[in-house]
Nanobody
Framework: QVQLVESGGGLVQPGGSLRLSCAVS????????IAWFRQAPGKEREGVSC????????YYADSVKGRFTVSRDNDKSAVYLQMSGLKPEDTAVYYC?????????????????RGQGTQVTVSS
């Protein structure tokens, strides 16, 4: 059974940091493209970042480039999203997903497996 479980969300002040974790089970992590998406109320899904677990190649949305860092630990079957310099517009539910395409096309990719999401709220 494939499961993705996110953790690490919460309330943070503007300029603060959070680290999200995505625990993956049921799939061998070393051959996947795993992406982070976010969705704010009333808005469409936005691709945030993707990591190719075979070699660690990463991709980022322009809106988070330089502030967010995605990484993976294949031995722990986990993917992480380190977020710093958070802004109110980063407020959303963040979820990880196994994308059905190459990481380079993650933003428009379908996903068969995704987590339930974790809320990130950036507010003073």
């Amino acid at each position: 059974q494939v499961q993705l479980v996110e953790s690490g969300g919460g309330l943070v002040q503007p300029g603060g940091s959070l680290r999200l974790s995505c625990a993956v089970s049921g799939f061998r992590l070393g051959y996947l493209a795993i992406a982070w998406f976010r969705q704010a109320p009333g808005k469409e899904r936005e691709g945030v970042s993707c990591i190719r677990t075979t070699d660690g190649t990463t991709y980022y949305a322009d809106s988070v480039k330089g502030r967010f860092t995605v990484s993976r630990d294949n031995d722990k079957s986990a993917v992480y999203l380190q977020m710093s310099g958070l802004k109110p517009e980063d407020t959303a539910v963040y979820y990880c997903a196994i994308v059905n395409s190459a990481c380079s096309a993650y933003d428009s990719s379908t996903t068969d497996y995704r987590g339930q999401g974790t809320q990130v709220t950036v507010s003073s």
